[in-house]
């Protein structure tokens, strides 16, 4: 089953935007993790936030976390066309084995 | 070269041939872990281990196989493939100590085709 599951599916914006991808899971965590994956490329790992954290940033990314609501969100600022990927939330469920959920991510289209 | 290594890269097999793929890492890393990805699906986690002496079923074990041979390798065996396994296979390192886990870092993936 899914843990993670991103909101929209698909973004199309224009260089410059900015893009917001939204995640939400489904059981306590001790962490969130947001991959970047170039088309059928392998993923890469873009930032952490634990769940005793509410913001994150690094460089032009930033990163909301509401544990209430088990929720979180990724901003891209001043989008740029190689911006343009795959987006995955992932998370580390607080119980059972130690591993990564993903989500089934957001496409990221920036034209220029 | 890549700390992740995953071969063969692209693999066109018929239903029922037995495939290995073979992942390696240079990372010195303990936990390793075998993703599948569909499109629209996400990825999901088909095996993981801890160390050599530890090998763990994912959400989706079932058709699958694997053996951790030494601390830097860990293959993905499909005893009878099947159409449906055709999919984005990726091999995963992860450095992480404890219960929490960390950052994964990926290979470039092994497209695999069931005729």
């Known amino acids: 089953s899914q843990q993670g599951e991103e909101d929209p599916q698909a973004l199309s914006i224009q260089e410059g935007e900015n893009a917001t991808m939204n995640c939400s899971y489904k059981?306590?965590?001790?962490?969130l993790q947001w991959y970047r994956q170039n088309s059928g490329r392998g993923l890469v790992h873009l930032i952490l936030?634990?769940?005793?954290?509410r913001e994150k940033h690094s460089g032009r990314l930033r990163v909301t976390l509401d544990t209430s609501k088990k929720s979180s969100s990724l901003l891209i600022t001043a989008s740029r066309a190689a911006d343009t990927a795959s987006y995955f939330c992932?998370?580390?469920?607080?119980?059972?084995?130690?591993?990564?959920?993903f989500g089934k991510g957001t496409m990221l289209l920036v034209s220029p | 070269d890549a700390d992740v290594t995953q071969t063969p890269r692209n693999r066109i097999t018929k239903t029922g041939k037995r495939i290995m793929l073979e992942c390696s890492q240079t990372?010195?890393?303990?936990?390793m872990y075998w993703y599948r990805q569909d499109p629209g699906l996400g990825l999901q986690l088909i095996y993981y281990s801890f160390d050599v002496k530890d090998i763990n079923k994912g959400e989706i074990s079932d058709g699958y196989s694997v053996s951790r041979q030494a601390q830097a390798k860990f293959s993905l065996s499909l005893e009878s493939a099947i159409p449906n396994q055709t999919a984005l296979y990726f091999c995963a390192t992860s450095d992480q100590r404890g219960a929490n886990t960390g950052e994964l870092f990926f290979g470039e993936g092994s497209r695999l085709t069931v005729l």
């Open positions: 990372k010195g890393h303990d936990r």
């Open positions: 992932a998370a580390s469920s607080i119980s059972g084995y130690s591993t990564l959920t």
């Open positions: 059981t306590s965590i001790n962490n």
């Open positions: 936030i634990r769940s005793n954290e």
